[in-house]
């Protein structure tokens, strides 16, 4: 039968099957033999052997594999802003969308606090994102939580963003009993916890969400400029049209990514933006290969 690892401790791995039910399971010592550590979001193949515990035999393939929290086959990163307090870090937003990119990731802009919405706010965000799937909610008001709940349903999630645009709220407002702590003061105890416990799946609406708010995957400073330009669906259609191969898309002539600006078919933050990113790489890659 097949089913997912959420949360495994010491050898023993709870594995939630399709109809909901979860079951602890060991995991086979051949993998241990083989170098294979189990993961959790991993997709297992287990087997209810007459006596003893359930037995974890196989591995499926991984989509993807987050190394800090360990966790893989992730669908969806839920990257929380908010329309208000406080001011939403959109470069933040941005590097989110690279790293879902570069994961296979599908990504989900989720613009919360619009009960409190500065208009200013609102019109950067539907401005800069129209490329991407995006949703405006409140876990205030319960705005948009049902379109949220939706877009999670039958998938494995993770809810990224800075701090205080009201991660928790949302995870309570969509689990109710769940009772996250929110607001100022849990950001400390918060930050402790992350960085001591494994990483564990809540199943949930046939899916399960991610408890750790936040990842880091890989090193940016990787990514190669074709890689980083793939990661703009804007222009990722277009760069190699640029007549300089290469282009960095800030002072070449004839390029069609700055053309894409002229037209309006780019938006400025977003390339602007982008130049800010692309800079990051290059000075780290100095640093680290110099
Ligand atoms: N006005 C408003 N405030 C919110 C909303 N969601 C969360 N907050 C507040 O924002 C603060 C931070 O929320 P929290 O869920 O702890 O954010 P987290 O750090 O991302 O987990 C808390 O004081 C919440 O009450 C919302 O939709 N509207
Ligand atoms: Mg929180
Ligand atoms: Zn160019």
């Keep these: 039968m097949q089913g997912r690892i959420i949360k495994g401790i010491g050898g023993f791995y709870s594995i939630l099957l399709e109809d909901g039910q979860v079951f602890t399971a060991k995991a086979r010592g051949r993998f241990r033999n083989e170098g294979v550590t189990p993961m959790v979001g991993d997709l297992v193949e ?9 037995s974890m035999d196989e591995i499926l393939p991984r989509r993807n594999a987050l190394l800090r929290p360990p966790v893989s086959n992730i669908d969806l990163l839920v ?4 329309a208000g307090v406080p001011k939403p870090d959109f470069l933040l937003a941005d590097k989110l969308l690279i790293q879902a990119h570069t994961l296979k990731i599908e990504p989900l802009l989720v613009l919360n606090k619009i009960d409190a919405a500065k208009p200013a706010i609102m019109n950067t965000f539907l401005s800069d994102y129209t490329a991407f799937r995006s949703l405006l909610v409140s876990s205030s008001s319960g705005e ?4 949220l709940k939706l877009a999670l349903t039958g998938r494995v999630s993770c809810f990224a ?3 205080a645009v ?5 995870l309570n407002a969509l689990f109710p009993g769940l009772s996250l702590e929110t607001g100022e003061l849990t950001r400390k105890t918060d930050r402790g916890r992350h960085t001591t416990r494994q990483a564990e799946l ?8 991610l408890d750790t708010p936040g990842f880091s995957l890989f090193e940016m400073s ?7 330009n793939t990661c703009y669906p804007e222009f990722s259609g277009v760069f190699t049209q640029c007549r300089f191969s290469g282009c960095r898309h800030n002072a070449e002539p004839d390029c069609a990514v700055k053309s894409l ?3 309006g078919k780019l938006a400025e933050g977003r390339f602007k933006r982008y130049l800010e990113i692309q800079k990051e790489i290059e000075e780290k890659h100095k640093h680290r290969y110099d």
């Design 46 to 54: 287990i087997s209810f052997p007459e006596t003893g515990y359930s």
């Design 79 to 82: 990257i929380v802003l908010s």
């Design 144 to 147: 948009g939580i049902d379109a």
């Design 161 to 163: 963003g800075q701090s």
């Design 166 to 170: 009201g991660k928790s709220s949302l």
């Design 202 to 209: 809540w199943p949930f609406l046939g899916g399960a969400v």
């Design 222 to 228: 990787e990514l190669s400029q074709d890689a980083l």
């Design 261 to 263: 600006l002229e037209q």
